[in-house]
């Protein structure tokens, strides 16, 4: 069974209780139970993690470059300033599915530009916590 990394950014830990008007109710442990049930349909293994800090992101994207044949990552506020992270995932050879849980585009300005963007096989933005189950299912596509 392939493994998939998902990865989630800096207060996606806070994920129910921070702004639920732009967020949802749901919280990153509920994303995870869903992602692990969909990706068993799928015939894919996970690992989901988190990290508040942008070195652990790009020591668990270089990690994943030893048995992860894709990796999903919602960057969140890394998007938007982290060269390092666009970097590591440079040296990832699988495919990359950025997710937002928010519209980037329809917010503030300086969350147009997305980092991560140049290196994603595709973007997914504002379909809610739904966009990981839509990102476990392009990446299923990708590696049949």
Known sequence: MPLIQIL???NLN???QR???IYGAETLADVQARCETLAAELGL???FQQSNHEGALVDMIQAARQDAAGIVINPAAYSHT???ILDALN???GPVIEVHISNIHKREAFRHHSFVSARADGVIAGC????????LRRLASMLA
């Open 128 to 135: 809610g916590t739904d966009g990981y189950l839509l990102a």
């Open 82 to 84: 982290s060269v390092a």
């Open 45 to 47: 293994s996970l690992r």
């Open 19 to 21: 702004q639920p008007e």
């Open 91 to 93: 040296a990832f050879d």
């Open 14 to 16: 806070l994920l129910g």
């Open 8 to 10: 989630n950014g800096p």
